[in-house]
């Protein structure tokens, strides 16, 4: 049955967040937010970075939502990421076809090179949605999770301290706040050398230190126990870090990074810092960790594999290409 969609744009109130997340949560329950959660994600944004979003309507309830955001951490004026969701219930109805064309004609004016979306391997309506719209996938990647309490570190031990063989001592942010003036600094330096490093659909482009410190530092959801650093012992030299996050809609934690710089690696930092984040979940009573790496990913995905992590439904990530418009990138005269 066809309904007819009124398309409002979303003010930015706390009542809007809550039936954005709502919707949200119910497309896929498996990965839920809160309002909060959400709202805390936008006001992270550069100003530099253009977005919009929408409800779609039917009969006075909210019953849909579309989103596009350029990047920030693949930044590029021309490339966007976009995210549609319709209620289950009301899937199937042709709200999302609406949306999708609202979304369209709402990033026509910025020239896009590409649009970015992102989907689980097992939804067939979405996989032929995206399909029909001209998306290609081209990047995939598995969300992991470790069953904490079940989590026996006996047979890690020797792994845990193997990086002290090479003068690497592991601290907490935490401590590291506390004792060096020059932490957030060297933190946003190792962060942005080792993530470009990551696999990923679109090229990394570096934060800037302001940016780092904005959506890290000062995240109300940043840890400062359950995030770990390596330092070199002789120089002090950030070498690695593996952090948690806490989530606000269930007990479970989330790894934000693990990464080791390239001069620090086959040391076995990788290993003992999760090893810790481990210990640190198994502590506060985390029942589960998350994680997500791209299939291509082997040396991290070993790590986790060895550690127990589970892999959950690939995660699809599909690319729209738009042709070059002439017009608009017409050459001086000769």
Known sequence: MKHHLQIQEFDGSDAAYETWCAISNAVDPDHIHTAQELKQWDMQREPRIRYGKWFGIVEGEAVGVVEYSQMVWAY??????????????????????????????????????????????????????????????????????????AFDPAPFAALRDKPKAHGIVIKTAGQLQAEDPGFARKLWELDQEASHDIPTPETFTPLSFETYHRMVLEDPNFLKDGFFVALDGETGEYAGLSVLWRREADDHLETGFTGVRRKYRRMGIAMALKL?????????????????????????????????FEKQPVRISLAKTFAPDASSHAQPDA
Request: net charge positive; glycine share 6%; charged share 25%.
């Open 76 to 149: 590029h004026p021309q490339k966007f990421s976009a995210y549609l969701g319709v209620l289950p219930e009301k899937q199937g109805a042709g709200i999302g076809k609406l949306l999708f064309e609202h979304l369209m004609a709402a990033i026509a004016p910025l020239d896009p090179i590409t649009v970015r979306c992102n989907i689980r391997a097992d939804w067939a309506r979405s996989a032929r949605f995206v399909a029909d719209r001209g998306f290609q996938e081209d990047f995939r990647e598995w969300e992991s999770r470790l069953n904490v309490r």
């Open 276 to 308: 810790r984040a481990v210990e640190y979940a198994r502590s506060v009573g985390c029942p589960v960790i998350r994680t997500d790496n791209a299939t291509t990913n082997r040396p991290m995905l070993s790590i986790n594999e060895a550690l127990g």
